[in-house]
């Protein structure tokens, strides 16, 4: 007798998004395609959920008009991956996304806050961003309260990667004359 061993079946963006419109997830699952696999993210506290709206209100009011907040919104990454980060900072769209969702090349900034996903985010994520040449993509540590700050994708990792604390100020590497006191988001 032959010995079969199961595979794992990964799922594209094809069948993820049909999956979405079949709703055969719970309503308020918190759910993402990653690598093709679907992963039940962690539920959002209230420290990480206030942290965000923190984020919102700061960077709304720093940003030029024409640049377009999203918030915890579907990112399109290659065929198997569609995370959706806790903010994002995207280039100009004249329907606001209304009619695709966002790729890499529309990420002016990516933010993550992350307490009890910090590790998920600070690898799986990293790497996922990295791949697809997210531009900047800030990891908000709430356990440790600091920003990592990665630039320069470069395959799997990012060449550039800096820790700041309350007493830093950051400038963002594709707004450069955005400049953010880092203690007004931790």
């Known amino acids: 007798m ?110 993550e806050v992350a307490d009890s996903s910090f590790k998920f985010d600070q690898t799986h994520k990293l790497r996922l961003y990295a791949l697809h040449n997210v531009p900047e993509y800030w990891l908000l540590n709430l356990n440790d309260s600091c920003l990592e700050v990665y630039r320069k994708p470069h395959g799997e990792v990012y060449a550039e990667k800096t820790t700041l604390y309350s007493g830093d100020v950051i400038t963002l590497s594709q707004l450069p004359n955005l400049s953010i006191q880092v203690a007004n988001i931790l």
Do not use: C
Request: charged residues 20%.
């Open 2 to 111: 032959a010995t079969v061993n199961p595979t794992k079946h990964l799922t594209n963006l094809d069948e993820w998004q049909r999956m979405g419109e079949a709703n055969i997830f719970p309503p308020n699952s918190h759910i993402e395609l990653i690598d093709g696999e679907i992963l039940e993210m962690a539920p959002i506290g209230f420290n990480h959920a206030g942290h965000i709206n923190r984020l919102v209100k700061l960077l709304t009011k720093l940003i030029p008009d024409e640049v377009i907040t999203s918030v915890q919104n579907p990112l399109q990454l290659g065929d198997l991956s569609e995370p959706e980060p806790d903010f994002m900072l995207l280039k100009p769209n004249a329907d606001y996304y209304s009619s695709r969702h966002p790729v890499a090349n529309d990420v002016l900034l990516l933010i």
